[in-house]
Nanobody, 121 residues
Framework: QVQLVESGGGVVQAGGSLVLSCAAS????????MAWYRQAPGKQRELVEG???????NYADSVKGRFNIARDDAKKTVYLQMNSLKPEDTAVYYC???????????????WGKGTLVTVSS
């Protein structure tokens, strides 16, 4: 079994910063892509930023220059540094990881349960 547990959400004023963390645990052989998604009320879940195991990143235009993703493979953890937060960043933030659980090439997607970020104006 693999678990992803997010932390770091909370309430922050517009212009403030937060750091989200997501730690993977369980039967893990290797971790490929790790990513943060978010879902605002009444909206679809969207990709915020992702990072491959080689370090390449991709991100939504709405967070360019404000958010930064990083990973610590030794700790099996991915982080999301969020700066200059706006009320429209309010959402539940989910962590996703693509993981190999054994030496085979099969990979599986796992999701965390989410952490709420509320940005007040």
């Amino acid at each position: 079994q693999v678990q992803l547990v997010e932390s770091g959400g909370g309430v922050v004023q517009a212009g403030g910063s937060l750091v989200l963390s997501c730690a993977a645990s369980g039967t893990i052989f290797s971790i490929n892509t790790m990513a943060w998604y978010r879902q605002a009320p009444g909206k679809q879940r969207e990709l915020v930023e992702g990072i491959a195991n080689g370090g390449n990143t991709n991100y939504a235009d709405s967070v360019k220059g404000r958010f930064n993703i990083a990973r610590d493979d030794a700790k099996k953890t991915v982080y999301l540094q969020m700066n200059s937060l706006k009320p429209e960043d309010t959402a539940v933030y989910y962590c996703k990881a693509v993981i190999r659980t054994d030496v085979s090439t099969r990979q599986y997607q796992y999701w965390g349960k989410g952490t709420l970020v509320t940005v007040s104006s």
